[in-house]
């Protein structure tokens, strides 16, 4: 069964600091990893998509992903109070097709940035 | 550009009733996929429609059902409703056979089973 294991945290920073969120995955056939923000009481919203070994960078957010070691992971520079949420990874086996939209999720990270 | 919309936002049944809960994609897409996410925990893959067909079906059993329209909306019926039933039930949409599409989510729908 594929499995997608997060630190369910609370992990507290300061304003301003790195926020360093982890996620690590059991399927090494997955193709693609996301990473998804959710405000408590709202919908999961897509912060970031990577496919690629190495780094992707947008804006303030910086995904990692390591095929190899099967670890993905989601920095927030900078961070601000209004970053306070939980982060959830995602990942999808198949990249292309009509079965390539099944993301298996992990439980998320919830961020709490201190100001 | 309108997103993923849903329907009901709220909803309270009673344990053995029936619900159907309403999405409509975001405009130019034509895949519908549901999940159901329990306080606490991650998305969990329901299933997902195309051209009107169930393609993908997570680990729900039959109570569980759907359907497609033309119009590319889509309905998640669940029968016999169990409490443990209770969840927010999001919808999301993508276009099909474009390799990397992510998924975008509607609101939800939160489901109260009492």
């Known amino acids: 069964q594929k499995e997608v294991e997060q630190n369910s945290g609370p992990l507290s920073v300061p304003e301003g600091a790195i926020a360093s969120l982890n996620c690590t995955y059991s399927d090494r056939g997955s193709q693609s990893f996301f990473w998804y923000r959710q405000y408590s009481g709202k919908s999961p919203e897509l912060i970031m998509f990577?496919?690629?070994?190495g780094d992707k960078e947008d804006g303030r957010f910086t995904a990692q992903l390591n095929k190899a070691s099967q670890y993905v992971s989601l920095l927030i520079r900078d961070s601000q109070p209004s970053d306070s949420a939980t982060y959830l990874c995602?990942?999808?086996?198949?990249?292309?097709?009509?079965?390539?939209?099944?993301?298996?999720f992990g439980k998320g990270t919830k961020l709490s940035v201190i100001p | 550009d309108a997103g993923v919309t849903q329907s009901p936002t709220h909803l309270i049944k009673t344990r053995g009733q029936q619900v159907t809960l309403r999405c409509s994609p975001k405009?130019?897409?034509?895949?519908v996929s549901w999940y159901q996410q329990a306080l606490g925990q991650g998305p969990q893959f329901i299933f997902q429609?195309?051209?009107?067909?169930?393609?993908q079906r997570g680990n729900f059993p039959d109570r569980f059902s759907g359907h497609q329209f033309p119009n590319y909306s889509s309905e998640l019926n669940v029968n016999a409703l169990l409490l443990g039933d209770s969840a927010l039930y999001l919808c999301?949409?993508?276009?099909?056979?474009?390799?990397?599409?992510?998924?975008?989510f509607g609101n939800g729908t939160r489901l109260t089973v009492t």
């Open positions: 429609y195309y051209e009107e067909e169930e393609r």
């Open positions: 990577i496919y690629s070994n």
């Open positions: 405009s130019g897409h034509d895949t």
């Open positions: 995602a990942v999808n086996g198949n990249s292309t097709g009509a079965g390539s939209y099944q993301l298996t």
């Open positions: 999301a949409s993508s276009l099909a056979y474009q390799g990397y599409s992510p998924l975008h």
